[in-house]
Structure formats: C-alpha cells, structure tokens
C-alpha cells in the first residue's frame, strides 16, 4: 500500500522568502502525485500534479513540484511566498487501485508567513 | 455547474445521536469519495462510489457508519449512534470517471461535533 510523509508539521516564512514543502512517498510502481492546499474554511484546491514526463511540475499560484524518484520525493516549492499562501499544504500520492484511483494523503504542512 | 457543496457545515450532536451529512458532487462526475480529517491528521478514505455502487467501502471504520449515493448524484454519508471519537471534518470530493489521472475536487466540508 501507498503511504505519504510530510515531515514538518509546521513551517514559518517571512513574506517575500522561498519556500519549500518536503514530501517523501511510499509506493512500488510508478506513483501519481499531488499537491493539495487547504485555506480556512475552503475545502482542498489541487496545486500541481505529477503522471509522467518532466519531472519538474508547474502548478497554479505560482508553485512548482520536483519529481525526483531516486528520493522518491516530490517536494513543493515556491520562489517568493505571499501572505496569502498561509494554509495548510497536503501531498498526496495516487494508485489505481481495482480499476479506479485511490488517494492516500500525508498529514499536512501548515505554512505561517510572517510580513 | 458549480464545484462540490457539502451540508450542513457544521453539525453539532449529542452522543448516541445518529446524523446525516450530505455531498453534491459536480455535475456530470460519476466518481465521488468520502473522506475523514481528524483534527492534526491526514485526510482518511472512507468510501468511493461510482456512480450509486460503492466498490470500495474499505475506509469506513465501523458498521455506525454507511452512505449511499443516488444515480450520479446526491450522497449521504450516515454516522449512528455517534460517538465523540467520530468528531471531524467530513470531506467529499468528486471526480469526472475516477480514473487514474483524473483529478479530485473537494467540497469545504462538514465539521462534525459530538458532545
């Protein structure tokens, strides 16, 4: 069975600094990724995700995710964080699984950007 | 149409009680999958419908709960006799096939209180 790791429950950055999220994953075959952010309130918005090919992902709002399966790490970046990014962060990885996908997620990363 | 609506969005019970949570998947998915955020915790898989089977209940943690989904539409998720371990966010999501490279969208949620 797939499974995810995040390590860092909690991360501060100040405004205007990169950012990094690491994800290490778990899965014998070749593994669906995904980055996932929760607002306040807001359900989950999809961020990025990985199938194949290039293995450096563009997703929206400006962050990027770096397949690297040596590591079996896909982990989350972003140049300059606004405050609007404090959220919580989930990485995910996917299976199919009896003939439809099936999910697993890490356990969160909560951004807090400071001015 | 528009994106996944989930009701109530919060629901506040007293042990014992039995409380129905209901999704509205986005028009025309015929995937759609239950999920369990304790709080601090990843999101748990309770359950996948496609379209009103239910191939994969594996997720759901006791005989209390169950959940139904009427043709490609409405589902509802149904806790009995709740206990105050069942406290959480319920989160659906839906999908256009569940296929493996299709994406989840996520409604915002119910936040399940059991006093």
């Known amino acids: 069975a797939q499974s995810v790791t995040q390590p860092d429950i909690h991360i501060t950055v100040s405004e205007g600094a990169s950012l990094e999220l690491r994800c290490n994953y778990s899965?014998?075959?070749?593994?669906?990724l995904f980055w996932y952010v929760q607002s306040p309130g807001q359900g989950l918005q999809l961020l990025l995700k990985?199938?194949?090919?290039?293995?450096l992902v563009q997703g929206i709002k400006g962050f990027e995710a770096e397949f690297k399966r040596s590591q079996s790490s896909f982990n989350l970046r972003k140049p300059s964080v606004h405050w609007s990014d404090a959220a919580e962060y989930f990485c995910?990885?996917?299976?199919?699984?009896?003939?439809?996908?099936?999910?697993?997620f890490g356990t969160g990363t909560k951004l807090q950007v400071i001015p | 149409g528009a994106g996944v609506s989930q009701s109530p969005s919060n629901k506040v019970t007293e042990k014992g009680k039995d409380v129905e949570l209901r999704c509205d998947p986005i028009?025309?998915?015929?995937?759609l999958y239950w999920y369990r955020q304790r709080l601090g915790q990843g999101l748990e898989f309770l359950i996948y419908f496609q379209g009103n089977s239910a191939p994969d209940k594996s997720g759901l943690p006791s005989d209390r709960f169950s959940a139904e989904r009427t043709g490609e539409s409405v589902s509802t998720l149904t806790i009995q006799r709740t206990q105050q371990e069942d406290s959480a966010v319920y989160l659906c999501?839906?999908?256009?096939?569940?296929?493996?490279?299709?994406?989840?969208?996520f409604g915002p949620g119910t936040r399940l209180t059991v006093l």
């Open positions: 028009s025309g998915h015929t995937a």
């Open positions: 899965y014998g075959a070749t593994p669906y």
């Open positions: 995910a990885v996917g299976a199919g699984s009896g003939g439809y996908q099936k999910v697993t």
């Open positions: 999501a839906s999908s256009y096939q569940g296929a493996f490279t299709d994406t989840q969208y």
């Open positions: 990985y199938f194949s090919g290039d293995t």
